[in-house]
């Protein structure tokens, strides 16, 4: 089994960043953890399998990592390959760059708001109602999860995700968050050791 | 909702967490600590067992494990700049008062709050800030020029990792307590 931490971010085996990693040992081993258990459950539960990776894939290729968006594209690609090519479309749609987003209108911090692109899926026919709202909920936690309001988790309770099903959509799209800035993080510092060295 | 501040807030959840008695076994294991069973937000978490253990184990690895690499003030400064950036008003008063407070330093850790990640502050504090903030865009905007004014500012490479770590685990923290719930006045 590999360390997708390692293996995204070019990690090779007693290379410094290897050393650097298991001076946090709880940290590698539980990142690695993490995606076992939102990727690869050993029981899926609330949320599929097929959902788990769509949602990946969406959320890695709106972060626009090569290396990591492919990983999680082909992740997708073989567990549902119809679906990757509608996925793909809906990243198009949905790129932009964050964070931004409104702050409450009579609040102190209204003057700090920062409008963008409010993504609506293409194609919620291809998509199904559930990962339709699954995938405009991703979009609102990638790049403005300030605006975040009890009325968006209501629009995935009226699409069929139960309050645990939330809880593991929403840990996948912040685990992701997580993983992808740890591996870009990583790499960069690797690369820079190697110019040094 | 409040602005940005060190005042002690409560978290109220917008799902059901689940309640203390139907707490089980593995549920326990997964809060890791027996005091958490009394957060809302952990019991929240507790309804998917796996992923919270996960996230916690990787949380206090990074954040308590002082063994070498980034002092602890420096990765308290790395959430909270993470939060203000993102715009978790609850994230940020819970590590603003730890930074404050491990620091020694409320007055800069209070503009940083007070006038964002833009404010001035000294080099090194401005490299750690620069970098969280570059980390918490997406697509994700950190590069060379960070890990140099982190080298530059004394950081050494654990101490850059840590850095690296901190900001990248409050973007995911953020997104969990911005989106299943919000911040209120302590009761």
Redesign the interface.
């Known amino acids: 089994m590999i360390d997708v931490i390692d293996h995204l971010a070019g990690i090779e085996p007693d290379s ?2 290897d050393h ?2 298991d ?5 590698r ?3 690695q ?2 995606f076992d ?2 990727l690869t ?1 050993d029981v899926p ?1 609330e949320v599929s399998l097929v959902e788990r990776d769509a949602v990946a894939a969406f959320v890695t290729g ?4 090569p290396r990591t968006a492919r990983f999680y594209a082909d992740r997708l690609s073989e567990l549902a390959p119809d679906l990757l090519d509608v996925v793909r479309r809906e990243i198009a749609a949905g790129s932009t ?3 931004y ?1 409104a ?2 209108a009579d ?3 209204a003057v ?1 708001s920062d409008d963008g692109l409010r993504y609506r899926a293409q194609d919620p026919a291809a998509l199904g109602g559930r990962l339709t709202a699954a995938f405009e ?1 991703a979009h ?4 403005r ?2 605006e ?1 309001d ?1 009325k ?2 209501r629009a995935l309770a009226d699409a069929g995700w139960s ?2 099903a ?3 959509l ?2 996948l ?3 992701l ?6 591996v ?3 790499r ?2 690797g ?3 190697k110019g040094t060295s | ?4 501040t060190t005042d002690q807030l409560d978290w109220t959840p ?3 967490p689940l309640t203390e008695p139907e707490l089980t076994d593995a549920h326990r294991e997964a809060l890791v600590d027996a005091a958490r069973a009394a957060s809302p937000y952990f019991r ?2 507790a ?2 067992p ?6 916690t ?2 949380d ?3 954040f308590y ?1 002082t ?3 980034l002092p602890r003030p420096e990765r308290e400064l790395a959430a909270t700049a993470t939060s203000r ?5 609850y994230c940020a008063s819970v590590h603003a008062r730890f930074a404050a407070h491990y620091s020694k330093r409320p007055d800069d850790v209070q503009r940083l709050l007070d006038e ?1 990640v833009g404010a001035p502050q000294d080099g090194r504090w401005q490299a750690v800030i620069d970098a969280s903030v570059a ?6 905007e ?3 020029e960070h ?2 004014a982190l080298r530059a500012a004394g950081l050494d ?2 101490a ?3 850095t ?2 901190a ?3 409050f ?6 307590m ?3 719930g919000e911040p209120t006045a302590d009761r």
């Open positions: 410094p960043l650097l990693r001076q946090r040992p709880d940290a081993e539980h990142a953890r993490g258990a939102l459950p539960g709106l972060h626009r990592d760059t964050g964070p987003g702050y409450p609040g102190p911090l700090e909920h609102l936690l990638v790049f999860p300030r975040a009890p968006d988790l309050d645990t939330i809880v593991t929403s840990q799209v912040a685990f968050s997580f993983q992808i800035r740890v870009a993080g990583l960069l510092l690369a820079t050791q | 909702m409040t602005g940005f917008w799902l059901a929240l978490l309804r998917d796996e992923i919270l253990h996960a996230r184990k990787t206090k690895d990074i494990n063994k070498g690499g950036r993102n715009g978790c008003v964002g980390l918490a865009a997406t697509p994700v950190f590069g060379a890990i140099e490479d654990l850059i990792s840590d690296i770590h900001a990248a685990f973007n995911w923290a953020n997104r969990l911005l989106s299943l």
